[in-house]
């Protein structure tokens, strides 16, 4: 069974401060993606990283796919109350026709003004 | 337009009840997905529908019935529920099921089984 275990599972910190989110596994993927959910809404995808060691940055989110593609990390410099949520990674795999994401476990952020 | 669109919002039904949830999207999107989500969990995969045809089916009991009735319409037909059935059910699409498979989902319907 493929696995993607994110930490920390909760995180609450103030408003201005940084946060790191990590995403990990034994299996190698294809494609990574994060999202974003706000309590009674559907998750709400913030990027997708395909290539080993890509970087990609999203105003003061900052993405990142480990170089063997089996981890990811998340990076929030300066939180805002607006960034509370509920955030998944998302593990895909090519080869077949119909290719399932792996969801990771989640962390579930407050940020406090 | 490029949302997906999910209802109704919330939904409370008796167990010998028989409800549908709908799903829609304009995106040209050939494959769409139904998953469930408890509280603060992960969502949980139940059904994938590519080009209109049910191509995954995670074991999801029989009381959940998927149809697909064109390529922008996903609904889930619900009967003789459980009340550990409630949850959020969420729709999601992507352009293509295979390949990097970004999906985008709608804002889920809330349900309570009593």
């Known amino acids: 069974t493929q696995l993607l275990e994110q930490s920390p599972q909760f995180l609450s910190i103030q408003e201005g401060e940084n946060l790191t989110v990590y995403c990990n596994s034994s299996?190698?993927?294809?494609?990574l993606q994060w999202y974003r959910q706000e309590p009674g809404e559907g998750p709400v995808l913030l990027v997708t990283v395909v290539t080993g060691g890509e970087v990609k940055k999203l105003k003061r989110l900052t993405f990142q796919f480990g170089d063997a593609r089996k981890d990811s990390s998340l990076h929030i410099t300066a939180a805002q109350p607006g960034d509370t949520g509920l955030y998944l990674c998302?593990?895909?795999?090519?080869?077949?026709?119909?290719?399932?994401?792996?969801f990771g476990t989640g962390t579930l952020l407050a940020v406090q003004p | 337009d490029t949302e997906v669109t999910q209802t109704p919002k919330h939904l409370v039904m008796g167990m010998t009840n028989k409800k549908s949830l709908k799903c829609e999207q304009h995106?040209?999107?050939?494959?769409m997905y139904w998953y469930k989500q408890k509280a603060k969990k992960p969502p949980e995969l139940m059904f994938v529908y590519s080009y209109e045809k049910l191509s995954i089916n995670e074991s999801v009991p029989s009381r959940f019935s998927p149809e697909c009735p064109n390529s922008s319409l996903l609904n889930l037909h619900l009967h003789a529920l459980q009340p550990e059935d409630s949850a959020l059910y969420l729709c999601a699409s992507s352009q293509r099921a295979g390949g990097v498979n970004e999906q985008f989902f709608g804002p889920g319907t809330r349900l309570t089984v009593l």
């Open positions: 995106m040209g999107h050939r494959a």
């Open positions: 998302a593990g895909g795999q090519y080869g077949g026709a119909t290719n399932k994401l792996i």
């Open positions: 299996s190698v993927f294809s494609s």
